[in-house]
């Protein structure tokens, strides 16, 4: 017999809310046997939990029983034993052994306190811990059994959350309190991340859902193609924007959940990792705002495989949807990354990171494979050209995104996000060379040679190899050295090549990129000057002075060249790629402390070693100069020295200089203008102090101890001789005798009185330093006083 009805007013509001969304119609009714199963399945279900549920409850009060009366045996062991100790000690003896048995008595009695409190703190936390456990197991599984009878789940789905936060608060201050707890807090632990391991997928699942409701992502059609540079997103349709009601309601709920449980996941790693890294490292992308990215990226991927080609295309819709949603991100979800409290996250930082991180993502799988692929086979042909020319060309496309992207940031008021560490490898698509170091030395190759083809055209220039057609205003520094214009070339291609470099967001990768194409390229351009020397050396041997201007003006650029180069290691970028440089060396433990000095000494520059090749390459080419000039000077002087005898005689009639003695002058003076005129002031100043050391060495030697007498005559005539030739370098000093100490200290000791030298003294040290003899020996001074022929 069917039974009736309940009447309409016994039942409660909700039943009829029920009953009203469920049979609405006639119609409905055909389907109230299913919904009846359903209701009852639900009932058995409900049923069933809570049977676990007393259960669970029983063998908790159990166990709470068998702890309390365990603790309430340690008590009344612990209260039997004060009484004992109270009795002992009102009829204690007063000998000091039982005071001092007593007093172990009293230590073993505390020591038996602590441990009982020990125990019971232990099995309060054990039990505290058991029963959020248990919450947070029977939050998840009333979520999963929700989620499959399609009903709202939010409000268990929170619940789990918060009992997973109270229970991360409670290992917490386990940790940090009695780590010798560890087994307990590891229990814990396992029995969390089976709860996580349904919890987050099931969040993130109904993540999606909501998206693809609210109508995530969005068409790309619907950007706002009018103007690509224009930043402002209130023309694009942007279902962040439009969501109402429940949907928005749910939305945010949603994404609050899904941070709940991203910075709950983050303290459970650093707590489990406590000590073996910093908290950076636990730092993982917005969840969130990567499932906002992720299928807006899937839809636009179908737009690039079209454009495998023309990347130019790629880059420009990148942009354009970074730019486009970035403003939604601080109004619309910062604040609710506020509320949920995710500390140093934002909302617009994340969402450029993980656009410019997908880009990067595809570009390793898609693009560049593609571009390596084209070198291989070009390889093969023999035919480089087109596909060295499409990779060059993605790499410019590349490093003008991500400028645009770092204006993007910087114009939002975020500058110091890129001055933090690691931060710039978010937002920046040159990042892909990170995990592909193969791919960087691919593209240095492809740079180095690109650049040294062009090189190949600048030295092949003669007009380049002049300092014909300086511009004052621009290379007043390089007219000042005298370099010819191939110098400015190489100058000019290397500064492009470290403007390439700094696009790289690492310094480790911006180091190796610039010792793999900028150092060849300076060691290029040395072999080039090197090659030129070598060629007027061996056609004059540097005899003529088109040889030696040829030198010289190879001096003047290697000068210039290093010039610069110090100029630019004084920046931070290079002393930064210095540092980084020296510390990928592997450097055994025993030579740390030297190799330490070593590069402290060196200013860790990047360019260290080109630097000292250049200064080495100078030095070697002004001595070669010096060299020669003083190898030719020496032999028109042969004659001069050669003849002993003018020494006894006095200078030739019409004549303040010794007639032999001005053929080797006029060379020197000739080969001297010459190098002051191609050479630059610095090393020209080194050339004619190298010969005046040379000239000094060859006249004292051939002529003051060569035993020759010297009468009055002759010491009057070397006077004038010498007089004119310190006079030759008068030009460029104020007192050149300075600079020939032996021969004017020789001079000096031939022109002191008969009487000076009569002295016993003469050559001890006390006279020497009383005539001002300071670069001559005791022996030397002997010798030429020796000759010394006085004619009274």
């Known amino acids: 017999m069917a039974r009736s009805l309940p009447p309409y007013s016994s039942l409660s509001s909700n039943t009829i809310f029920f009953l009203n969304s469920k049979l609405s119609s006639e119609q409905d009714l055909d389907v109230a046997p299913t919904l009846l199963s359903e209701l009852r399945t639900e009932c058995d279900d409900l049923d069933q939990s809570l049977s676990d549920l007393n259960a669970r409850i029983q063998s908790h009060v159990t166990r709470h029983t068998s702890q309390s009366g365990r603790v309430a045996s340690l008590f009344s062991n612990i209260h039997a034993q004060l009484h004992g100790l109270q009795h002992s000690t009102s009829h204690s003896p007063s000998d000091g052994v039982s005071r001092r048995g007593m007093g172990e008595e009293l230590q073993a009695l505390a020591k038996e306190v602590a441990r009982v409190e020990t125990v019971r703190k232990y099995a309060e936390t054990a039990l505290k811990l058991d029963t959020l456990v248990g919450d947070i197991e029977d939050a998840v599984s009333s979520t999963l059994r929700r989620h499959a009878l399609k009903n709202n789940s939010e409000d268990t789905q929170k619940k789990a959350i918060r009992t997973l936060k109270l229970t991360e608060d409670v290992l917490i201050s386990v940790t940090k309190t009695h780590p010798q707890w560890e087994q307990l807090v590891s229990a814990v632990d396992h029995r969390v991340d089976r709860a996580l391991a349904i919890l987050r997928p099931q969040a993130i699942a109904d993540h999606r859902a909501l998206l693809v409701s609210l109508g995530w992502p969005p068409l790309l059609s619907t950007l706002n193609s009018s103007n690509q540079d224009e930043k402002r997103s209130n023309d694009v349709q942007n279902p962040l924007f439009t969501m109402q009601g429940d949907l928005k309601h749910q939305y945010c709920e949603s994404f609050l959940a899904l941070c709940g449980l991203q910075e709950l996941q983050r303290q459970r790693k650093i707590r489990q990792l406590a000590g073996r890294y ?221 403007d390439r470099c700094r696009s ?126 003083l190898r030719g000077f020496d032999a028109r002087l042969r004659d001069y020295m050669k003849n002993k005898r003018q020494w006894q005689e006095k200078g030739e009639e019409g004549w303040t200089v010794s007639r032999s003695f001005i053929g080797a002058l006029d060379y020197l003076q000739g080969k001297m203008s010459v190098l002051e005129e191609g050479l630059n002031k610095n090393d020209f100043t080194g050339v004619w102090r190298s010969l005046a050391t040379g000239i000094d060495r060859i006249i004292f030697n051939g002529i003051l101890m060569s035993n020759a007498k010297f009468y009055d005559g002759g010491v009057e005539r070397l006077g004038n001789d010498l007089a004119v030739l310190f006079g030759a370098f008068g030009a460029w000093c104020l007192r050149p005798e300075g600079f020939f100490p032996k021969v004017s200290e020789g001079l000096k000791l031939l022109r002191l009185a008969k009487t000076q030298l009569k002295n016993n003294l003469v050559g001890d040290e006390r006279w020497l330093k009383e005539n001002g003899i300071r670069h001559l020996s005791p022996s030397q001074v002997k010798q030429i006083t020796k000759n010394r022929v006085y004619s009274d």
């Open 278 to 498: 910093s908290e950076v490292a636990f730092r993982q992308p917005l969840w969130a705002i990567e499932e906002l990215v992720n299928p807006l990226f899937i839809e636009a991927q179908l737009h690039f495989s079209k454009w495998i080609d023309k990347p130019e295309f790629i880059f420009a819709l990148v942009y354009k949807i970074t730019r486009d949603y970035v403003d939604s991100m601080d109004e619309l979800l910062q604040p609710l990354l506020d509320k949920a409290m995710l500390s140093g996250y934002s909302c617009r930082e994340e969402w450029i990171s993980a656009i410019v991180s997908s880009l990067s993502t595809y570009l390793a799988k898609e693009i560049f494979p593609s571009h390596v692929s084209q070198l291989n086979e070009e390889t093969i042909t023999g035919t480089e050209s087109q596909a060295r020319l499409a990779w060059l060309h993605l790499i410019d496309l590349m490093i003008a995104f991500d400028k645009r992207i770092r204006s993007l940031v910087v114009h939002s008021g975020m500058s110091l996000f890129l001055e933090e560490d690691g931060n710039l490898l978010k937002i920046s698509s040159l990042s892909v060379f990170c995990d592909r170091p193969d791919w960087l030395d691919l593209w240095a190759e492809i740079e180095l040679t690109d650049v040294l083809d062009k090189l190949t055209h600048e030295m092949a220039n003669d007009i380049n190899w002049s300092n014909e057609g300086q511009v004052a205003s621009i290379l007043s520094v390089q007219e000042d050295h005298k370099s010819p214009l191939i110098s400015g070339a190489f100058l000019q291609y290397l500064s492009l090549v470290v």
């Open 504 to 629: 790289l967001p690492s310094i480790s990768l911006s180091s190796r990129f610039i010792r793999l194409t900028g150092a060849p390229i300076i060691c290029k351009f040395l072999d080039c000057l090197l090659l030129r020397c070598q060629e007027a050396e061996g056609l004059t041997a540097l005899a003529d002075d088109t040889a030696l201007t040829k030198v010289a003006k190879s001096v003047n650029a290697a000068r210039y060249f290093e010039s610069v180069l110090i100029e630019w290691c004084e920046d931070v970028f290079f002393l930064e790629m210095g540092l980084s440089q020296a510390d990928q060396l592997e450097t055994p433990e025993e030579n740390i402390s030297t190799s330490r000095r070593s590069m402290e000494a060196s200013g860790n520059s990047i360019f260290d070693e080109e630097i000292r090749k250049l200064e080495l390459f100078r030095t070697e080419w002004v001595e070669k100069l010096s060299t020669v000039v």
